[in-house]
């Protein structure tokens, strides 16, 4: 048994508590640290509240509880009580993992230096997924743009300094754009560890409903209505037949470039997609 220190129900706490075989982060590889308390006390009053900020810091993306030097997740949890005890009193078992600093001070993508603004990674399905908010103007947005439409689809390595010096072979995700002021934009980048498979394509199919199913109507609905407006048209003699195949031929459905498929990824509030 160890002594240990844990800030609880508003003030630090000095408690016992038992070393457990560490756990590997998949962030950085990192051995962290887990502990068990075994007898955690509470008298009745204060079940409540004490359950309340338990459940709050469950792992995995609980609010982190505070210790001496680290931070804490509740990676799991039990109690019990004596039917009629006077007073009553509860006893908690505790199991918590050491929290890891995940911020990095600057992502380097192929090369590119970006500086977060936002920052956080995430396991999915067991890849690591970084996204970052982040502000890019001049020959580097010029280069970042290009990464983005030219390596869509490619292994790129990425080194997120201040969390692991260890280059990660990663692909972009979803890369939404806002227009700041002059050349400057705003990224919001998600970046996929080689681990991962893409989405499958009816992942999100619920997503943007009913929405997306009534802009389909409408764009369906306008489609017909342009192709009414050129025969009526062609037929009175204001447009000649050669202008109206011309014009039917712009309505059909294009395969977009890359550039133009980037523009459907530009948001007037970036904000709206961090979360």
Request: proline share 5%.
């Amino acid at each position: 048994m160890t002594d240990f220190s844990l800030h609880l129900l508003g003030s630090q706490r000095q408690l016992q508590a038992e070393e457990l075989p560490p756990a590997t982060s998949p962030h950085t590889g990192r051995q962290l640290r887990r502990v068990e308390l075994v007898e955690l006390r509470v008298p009745g009053d204060l079940q409540d509240a004490l359950e309340s900020e338990l459940q709050a810091a469950a792992a995995p993306a609980g609010q982190p509880l505070a210790g001496e030097g680290t931070t804490w997740l509740v990676s799991n949890h039990s109690y019990s009580y004596t039917d009629n005890a006077q007073p009553l009193v509860y006893t908690h078992r505790l199991e918590l993992q050491e929290v890891e600093d995940l911020q990095a001070s600057t992502v380097e993508v192929a090369g590119l230096t970006l500086v977060p603004i936002q920052y956080k990674e995430d396991i999915h399905e067991e890849a690591l997924l970084v996204s970052l908010v982040t502000d890019v103007a001049g020959e580097e947005g010029e280069r970042l743009e290009e990464l983005i439409i030219t390596q869509q689809d490619q292994y790129v390595d990425v080194v997120r300094r201040g969390v692991s010096e260890t280059p990660v072979r990663m692909r972009f995700g979803r890369c939404l754009w806002q227009q700041g002021e002059g050349d400057t934009r705003r990224h919001n980048l998600t970046l996929v560890a080689d681990e991962g498979q893409p989405d499958p394509p009816l992942a999100f199919a619920g997503i943007n409903q009913p929405q997306l199913s009534r802009t389909i109507e409408k764009t369906v609905a306008n489609a017909k209505a342009l192709d009414l407006l050129v025969e009526q048209l062609r037929s009175q003699g204001v447009l000649t037949e050669e202008v109206a195949t011309n014009i039917k031929g712009a309505a059909l459905p294009q395969d977009l470039t890359s550039r133009e498929s980037r523009e459907f990824c530009r948001t007037s509030k970036i904000e709206d997609f961090w979360s």
